[in-house]
């Protein structure tokens, strides 16, 4: 079950730069404000520094609104942490376990951005570079990736660098060979803000207007925020954050105390130490690993269970734990509708709780769309799992394209009072989580108030468009509230067929049939026939050249038209023409039909495809297998052609029995699938 920490990392103190980290030291500044480390932490570290990859961060790369951030994994993997660090390799295909140290250079100005990013470590990048020189003499090799546009990687032996371009590598390795200007040498702020927490093993610093989410400190202004960590053990970790203001009026016993509670996430056997000196903040803690791992191992109580039928006639409604460790009941909180529920009643004497328990909810308080949550609170937060019951109900329709009514009509034995029942029309599909920018119904209405609503209550709604959604709503007319739904549908369906050779689509109406679950209302009223003008047909959303309406005057079910020249991987739709509401879509793409016998996959019928385009996808016991099909064939893969594979065996980390085989054509579309008798 999810972890959920009570605050995000650090509440939001430059939440976006510091979510990678976890902490480490903390210093304090002397008489002229200027951040330096205590004599007592300092000697209690050792270890490399980032003195040698600080070197290689040129000028060029500082930004007024900008984050640096250096690890050194070597050091942070020493500590047993619950998860495990890794570096974002990115653009590079390396082993990330390859990787020693890194430092980020990212931009946070109108937009978010990596100018820069350095490793260091035993990183290979096999025979993909050519070689460069800098003005300054400096020889190395690079390439440039494709699969990010404006993306370069560059190395001189000693570490790699990735950086939206080549220009900025050069100055790297400029910079590092004292040929051009250093960041840290030309941003005395930036190189202050590294230096606070010398001995951490990870730092983050973050400069501009915009470092702080939260009062008090967001009307504060500072030069810089900084947040580090520190490896005392494998079960130790300092945690340090430290915040350097523009003036001392900033430092306030409210800022002091929101710095103080910023590490209520973290297990800890004493409370952090904040220290104030002058107009620089510091904080520090140490986290226990050991704690930590302990909360993070144990399986919280969760995935409840209700019954299928409920009979409104028992006394109380069981939920089973569908999993979770032994947990004392006084660490658990059952939740109804987002209040503490009785602990007297869910609980069932029970001491603790486990997966194969069952608690229990008063039948009084179910209701429909009832939300039920079961909380486990423990140091390093809550983890939470919750299920709703009652929270849908059967409701047919029938939509009359003609006269704008939509009948609804009830279709569920469970009785439902209906003053709490609210219909809702909208243009479109609410939002799961409603915003500013949320669509608002067109029209609400209460037509069963002062009823209980029963299997087989109607309504009929007037003035419905087609494509408008309806929402059944329980004290409410939200996403959140929906009990029900339907959809008016205009009539008719279509369905496509694609010959890849010829490039040849043919889209095909169809009436008669139902949807959504709605009623089959075009047979029942005898619909045959519609305009032609009525139906529209697109292609990666314009209307195609071809129309049924150039063909006829009216269609019914089997009219047809055949569009030529419509490219693989278009996006096709024939929708409503006065509305644009879809009634059929499809992504044309070939389709090849396989069959697999003893290790040989044969093209039994379907496209015939160039092999260069191919690549199959063969699942063993053993794991996967890729086959480029342009090693096995010569020209096309065609009927009758078939291609061997070798699967190993079982003692083999990649073999053993064929599973199944996909064929991907041009590395993204699934065009043949093959299924092993085994």
Same mark, same amino acid.
């Given at each position: ?136 003499? =400096? ?54 803000? +590294? ?59 409210? +800022? ?55 009979? +409104? ?20 909180? !059952? ?70 009514? +939509? ?45 209980? !609503? ?32 339907? &959809? ?169 029995? =064929? ?8 590395? &993204? ?10």
């Amino acid at each position: 079950m999810k972890q959920c920490p009570r605050r995000a990392v650090l509440g939001g103190i430059g939440a976006t730069t510091i979510a990678g980290l976890v902490g480490t030291t903390v210093a304090t500044s002397d008489d002229e404000n200027v951040a330096t480390e205590s004599a007592t932490t300092q000697s209690a570290r050792t270890g490399p520094t980032f003195d040698d990859a600080f070197a290689y961060l040129p000028a060029s790369v500082a930004e007024d609104q900008m984050a640096v951030t250096a690890r050194n994994y070597e050091r942070l993997l020493e500590a047993d942490q619950p998860y495990e660090p890794r570096p974002s390799v990115g653009a590079l295909e390396i082993d990330p376990d390859a990787v020693s140290k890194s430092v980020l250079v990212a931009s946070y100005g109108e937009s978010f951005s990596r100018p820069m990013q350095l490793f260091t470590g035993d990183i290979d990048l096999e025979d993909r570079t050519e070689s460069g020189e800098t003005d300054a003499g =400096v020889e190395y090799d690079y390439y440039e990736t494709d699969d990010r546009e404006g993306t370069a990687v560059g190395t001189d032996g000693d570490v790699v660098i990735v950086a939206t371009d080549l220009e900025t590598i050069e100055s790297a390795f400029d910079a590092n060979a004292g040929d051009a200007d250093r960041l840290l040498d030309s941003e005395e702020t930036v190189e202050e803000a +590294l230096t606070v927490f010398e001995g951490g093993d990870a730092r983050t610093v973050r400069f501009g207007d915009d470092l702080f989410a939260q009062s008090p400190i967001e009307d504060a202004d500072a030069r810089y925020f900084v947040h580090a960590q520190t490896v005392l053990g494998p079960d130790t970790i300092e945690m340090s954050l430290g915040i350097q203001f523009e003036d001392e009026s900033d430092v306030t016993d409210e +800022l002091i105390e929101t710095i103080d509670a910023e590490f209520a996430y973290a297990t800890t056997t004493a409370e952090p130490t904040v220290d104030v000196a002058g107009s620089f903040v510091s904080a520090t803690i140490e986290r226990d690993l050991a704690a930590e791992r302990k909360i993070h191992e144990h399986d919280s109580p969760g995935s409840l269970r209700p019954d299928r039928d409920i009979d +409104l006639d028992d006394d109380v409604l069981e939920l089973e734990i569908g999993r979770g460790d032994p947990t004392p009941i006084e660490d658990l909180t !059952l939740e109804i509708n987002e209040e503490a529920y009785d602990r007297d009643i869910w609980a069932e004497g029970h001491g603790t709780l486990e997966e194969g328990d069952t608690i229990v909810i008063d039948m009084d308080d179910v209701e429909p769309n009832l939300s039920v949550r079961l909380r486990h609170d423990h140091e390093l937060g809550s983890s939470t799992s919750g299920t709703a019951i009652l929270s849908h109900f059967r409701f047919d329709s029938a939509y009359d394209v003609d006269t704008g009514e +939509l009948a609804l009509t009830y279709a569920d034995d469970f009785p439902l009072d209906g003053d709490r029942v609210h219909l809702a029309v909208y243009d479109e599909r609410p939002y799961y989580r409603p915003s500013e920018d949320a669509p608002e119904p067109q029209t609400t209405a209460q037509p069963w108030t002062g009823e209980a !609503l029963s299997e087989g209550d109607a309504v009929t709604l007037e003035d419905v468009d087609p494509g408008d959604e309806i929402l059944v709503g329980w004290d409410g007319t939200e996403y959140d509230d929906s009990i029900g739904h339907a &959809q008016a549908q205009p009539p008719g369906t279509a369905r496509f067929e694609y010959d890849y050779g010829s490039r040849t689509l043919e889209a095909t109406l169809e009436f008669g049939g139902s949807r959504r679950g709605d009623a089959a209302a075009e047979t029942e009223r005898g619909e045959a026939e519609r305009p032609a003008t009525a139906y529209e047909l697109l292609i990666d959303g314009e209307p195609t050249d071809t129309q049924w309406a150039d063909a006829f005057d009216t269609v019914s079910s089997g009219a047809t038209i055949e569009i030529d020249g419509v490219s693989a991987g278009s996006e096709v739709e024939v929708v409503w023409a006065a509305t644009e509401t879809r009634i059929g879509w499809t992504q044309t793409r070939p389709s090849v039909e396989l069959e697999y016998d003893d290790g040989t996959v044969e093209h039994v019928g379907g496209d015939a495809l160039p092999a260069a385009d191919l690549e199959a996808e063969v699942w063993t016991n053993g794991g996967r297998i890729e086959l480029d099909l342009d090693d096995e064939i010569d020209g096309d893969f065609e009927r009758g052609d078939s291609f061997a594979i070798d699967a190993g065996t079982d003692d083999e980390d990649d073999g053993g029995e =064929v599973r199944y085989v996909q064929l991907r054509y041009d590395d &993204q579309y699934h065009v043949g699938f093959a299924h092993s008798e085994q």
